[in-house]
Every structure is written in C-alpha cells, then in structure tokens.
T-cell receptor, first 112, second 115 residues
Framework: EDQVTQSPEALRLQEGESSSLNCSYT??????LFWYRQDPGKGPEFLFT???AGEEKEKERLKATLTKKESFLHITAPKPEDSATYLC?????????????FGTGTKLQVIP | DAGVIQSPRHEVTEMGQEVTLRCKPI?????LFWYRQTMMRGLELLIY????????DSGMPEDRFSAKMPNASFSTLKIQPSEPRDSAVYFC?????????????FGPGTRLTVT
C-alpha cells in the first residue's frame, strides 16, 4: 500500500528563520510528487510538481527537492503570509490506474 | 476567471437524507476530481473524470456515493442515504486540458455535516 508521511505535523518559526518540511513516501512506480499549500477554510493551492530524483523547483521563498525516498520543501526567510498547511501528494501506478495519495500535512506558523 | 465553483458551501442534513453537492470546473479544463477531507484521513480522491467520462471511481467509499458529469461545465456528487461518518469537507478540482498529473485547481469546498 502506498504511504506518504509528512513531518513535522506542526512547525512554528520566527519570521526570517529558514527551515524544511519533509515528505517521505513508499510507493511502487512513482509518477510524480506534488506540493500544495492550504489556507484555513480554502481548497489546496498547487505549488510544484517533481518527477525524478534530483529535480528541484523554486517559487519565491519556497524550494522543493526530490530524492528516491523523500521530498523536502525548503522555506527561506519565511514571512507571516507563508503560514498555512503544506500538503504533499504522490502519484503512482497501481492496478492499472494512476493513484494519488496525500500526506496529512505540515501546519506552518510564521510569527512576526 | 471565477475559478472552480462549488455549491452549497455548507450543508447540514439529517442521517438518511439525500445530499447533492455541485461543482462547476474552470472553463477549458477537461479533467475533474472529487475529494473528501477529514482530520482523521486527510485528503482522499473519490473519483475523477476525463472529458466527462468517469475514469477511476475506486476511491468512492460505498454504493451510497455516486457522481455524474453530464457536460463539461457541471458535475454532481450525491450521497444517498447520508450517514454521520460522511461528515467532511468535499472538494472539487479541475485540471487544464493538455496537462497530466495533479496540477489541479481546487474549489473552496463544501462542508457537510450529517447529524
């Protein structure tokens, strides 16, 4: 069974304090790994897609990286507006279908 | 662009009643996804459509759940009869034509409470 584990569950940072969120996965036949941001009371917002180990994507203060077993979302000099829950999801081939499995998220709070 | 539109935003119903959730995808998107999100299980894919055709409904929890997409601009998710364990936030998402994977645009969700 495909598994996606995100850590930590919650993270509290001071503004400007860089850190990383982790997404580890156990899947057969990875097709893609996706990062989303979710604000309270809203739907997830797509951030990045990573397809192969060694790939990196950047957007403003965020950088996502991928290895064969995990992905990291690095947040450089975060601001309070970066506070949100960050979800990762993996897409894998299972039973002839492209299955997606989401992690339970890391809730990030950035304090001014 | 108005984004993905879902209605109602909140629904409170009694156990045993029929519930219908509605979704209007972004114009020009040819894939539509229905998800359920709970604190215990996180975000789960229920079903997705390509070009109005259901492709994978293996995530639909029971026969009480059904989904339709009669045209490119409208989809429904129906629960009949509803049960308290169906209480969750239900999201609809759409994906642009010509893209693959899960680069999706989510709606604001429908918060369902079954008492």
């Amino acid at each position: 069974e495909d598994q996606v584990t995100q850590s930590p569950e919650a993270l509290r940072l001071q503004e400007g304090e860089s850190s990383s969120l982790n997404c580890s996965y156990t899947v057969s036949g990875l097709r893609g790994l996706f990062w989303y941001r979710q604000d309270p009371g809203k739907g997830p917002e797509f951030l990045f897609t990573l397809y192969s180990a060694g790939e990196e994507k950047e957007k403003e203060r965020l950088k996502a990286t991928l290895t064969k077993k995990e992905s990291f979302l690095h947040i450089t000099a975060p601001k309070p507006e970066d506070s949100a829950t960050y979800l990762c999801a993996v897409q894998a081939l299972s039973g002839g279908y492209q299955k997606v499995t989401f992690g339970t998220g890391t809730k990030l709070q950035v304090i001014p | 662009d108005a984004g993905v539109i879902q209605s109602p935003r909140h629904e409170v119903t009694e156990m045993g009643q029929e519930v219908t959730l509605r979704c209007k995808p972004i114009s020009g998107h040819n894939s539509l996804f229905w998800y359920r999100q709970t604190m215990m299980r996180g975000l789960e894919l229920l079903i997705y459509f390509n070009n109005n055709v259901p492709i994978d409904d293996s995530g639909m929890p029971e026969d009480r759940f059904s989904a339709k997409m009669p045209n490119a601009s409208f989809s429904t998710l129906k629960i009949q009869p509803s049960e308290p364990r169906d209480s969750a936030v239900y999201f609809c998402a759409s994906r642009p034509t010509g893209t693959s994977g899960y680069e999706q645009y989510f709606g604001p969700g429908t918060r369902l409470t079954v008492t």
